[in-house]
């Protein structure tokens, strides 16, 4: 299927006909294949990402993609026809943020770039009756209730315009699922749960946590992102992580404490261990959708003492015979 900016059927890959399981998957597989973080020295993939993400927001809204399919909004979700929709408007704020927060509490609305216009409505009705000479009665001659002066059915009045937010949350809070108390652009607060399986890039959406307009509110949309941590790496839904250890542990070995996104943990390290040994912490990973939890991957470092010359002493005379590198075959 060729790819048209202005049908996000087209920008998403699907056919008209595409069920809403069909049109999430073929989502998620563009929006990990066009991820910023996967293309940062693409700006072309970043520009593809966005429009593949307002088709998805489109088309994952029952009314907004009936109102597509029946040609009165365009993929902004702005009227076709200003005269098939009852009013002049569309506009919205551009975006705000916030930032999440745990236990702790809030960490407060981040309110920059909100821009745009609002949704003043215009009543072509009273328009129309001036030029046609109707009455709002419908008498003799008079346009009837609901019906527009063509001979057609006026469309529903618009919802008011989305407003999108950024949530960043931490590693930990999304391996754990930690619950986000969050402030909306209305100032209200209220406690969000993270979805399962949630990824950075994930979206949730807020019904009626919107504008105001017409025909209702509309949404609120958030995108969360995930901040990189300084010691754990996410590997799909495991996470890694290095451990340093002592020469003796690895000789001789012993029971380690282990930092993991749920705490610390005792973790016994066999003797004899070599560094690059990986051990799993079952269960220490992020929460699948299937509500299951992945799990940490432990890598061993042996790191030698800072001072060699005891540890030199010891080995006076002794040779490893061994050959580690005897599989490399060089």
């Known amino acids: ?3 048209n900016a202005s049908d996000p059927y087209s920008t998403l890959g699907v ?5 809403e399981k069909d049109i999430k998957s073929a989502y998620r597989k563009l ?33 907004k993609r009936a109102q597509f399919d ?10 076709t026809n200003p005269f098939a929709g009852g009013g002049f408007g569309g506009g919205g704020f551009g975006g705000g943020g916030f930032r999440g927060a745990g236990a702790g509490g809030q960490r407060g609305f981040r309110a920059e770039d909100f821009q745009g216009f609002g949704n003043e409505q215009v009543d072509l ?55 986000q108390r969050i402030t909306l652009a209305d100032g209200k607060t209220i406690d969000l749960k993270l979805p399962k399986g949630v990824e950075d890039g994930t979206q949730m959406r807020l019904k009626g946590k919107g504008e105001q307009g017409p025909g209702g509110a509309g ?17 799909g839904f495991d996470v890694r992580f ?8 690895a000789v001789n070995g012993g029971k380690v404490r282990v930092p993991t ?13 070599s560094g690059g040994t990986v051990l799993r912490l079952k269960g220490k990973g992020f929460t699948k959708k299937d509500g299951s939890r992945g799990d940490q991957l432990v890598t061993l470092e042996i790191q030698l003492p800072q001072d060699l010359g005891e540890l030199a002493k010891r080995l006076d005379g002794w040779k490893d015979e061994s050959d580690p590198r005897s599989k490399l075959q060089v």
């Open 70 to 79: 029946r040609g009165e909004i365009d993929m902004e979700g702005n009227p």
């Open 219 to 235: 949404d609120g949309i958030i995108t969360i992102r995930i901040d990189r941590h300084k010691l754990y790496q996410r590997d």
């Open 242 to 249: 290095d451990l340093p250890i002592t020469l003796d542990e």
């Open 125 to 179: 009705g009273d328009i129309f009756e001036g030029l046609f000479g109707g009455g709002r009665g419908g008498g003799r001659g008079g346009a009837r209730p609901g019906a527009d002066p063509f001979g057609g059915r006026r469309a529903p009045p618009p919802k008011g315009a989305d407003i999108t937010y950024t949530l960043r949350i931490s590693m930990v809070e999304a391996a754990t699922l930690a619950e």
């Open 15 to 19: 056919q008209r006909s595409a069920s």
């Open 1 to 3: 299927m060729a790819t």
């Open 261 to 273: 996104v749920d705490g610390p943990v005792m973790m016994t390290i066999k003797a004899g261990t």
């Open 31 to 63: 929006a990990k294949e066009l991820h910023p973080d996967r293309n940062k020295d693409n700006p072309k993939a970043a520009e593809r990402f966005s429009d593949v993400t307002k088709a998805y927001d489109l088309l994952s809204d029952k009314d």
